[in-house]
């Protein structure tokens, strides 16, 4: 069974770089055909799309927020990473990490999804 989990930080400072880890078990993120997300819900709002990573580590990221987002990863931890630059209230949002259908997808395989983290952008 595919569990995936979130960490970082749950405040955020207005201009600052948000920074989030998804560290996945039960399955390698190294696995052909296999992609990872990263999704958000604003309080109130639906959810949204920040990007994904691949199998064999290609990014793709959503047009709106692609000049802000970089998603990496660690493989021999297993992990992959989502850094949003200078965030601002309206980057609030519980933040999800998943398994997703394919490149530029939001759908989740499985409902293999993490908890999801509260992200808060205040000073």
């Known amino acids: 069974q595919v569990q995936l989990q979130e960490s970082g930080p749950g405040l955020v400072k207005p201009s600052q770089t948000l920074s989030l880890t998804c560290t996945v078990s039960?399955?390698?993120?190294?696995?052909?055909?296999?992609?990872w997300g990263w999704i958000r819900q604003p309080p109130g709002k639906g959810r949204e799309w920040i990007g994904n990573?691949?199998?064999?580590?290609?990014?793709y990221y959503s047009p709106s927020l692609k000049s802000r987002t970089s998603i990496s990863r660690n493989t021999s931890k297993n992990q992959f990473t989502l850094q949003l630059s200078s965030v601002t209230p309206e980057d609030t949002a519980v933040y999800y990490c998943?398994?997703?259908?394919?490149?530029?997808?939001?759908?989740?395989?499985?409902?293999?999804r993490g908890q999801g983290t509260q992200v808060t952008v205040s000073s």
């Open positions: 998943a398994r997703v259908e394919g490149p530029y997808s939001a759908r989740v395989v499985d409902d293999n």
């Open positions: 039960g399955a390698s993120i190294t696995t052909d055909y296999y992609y």
């Open positions: 990573i691949a199998y064999s580590g290609s990014t």
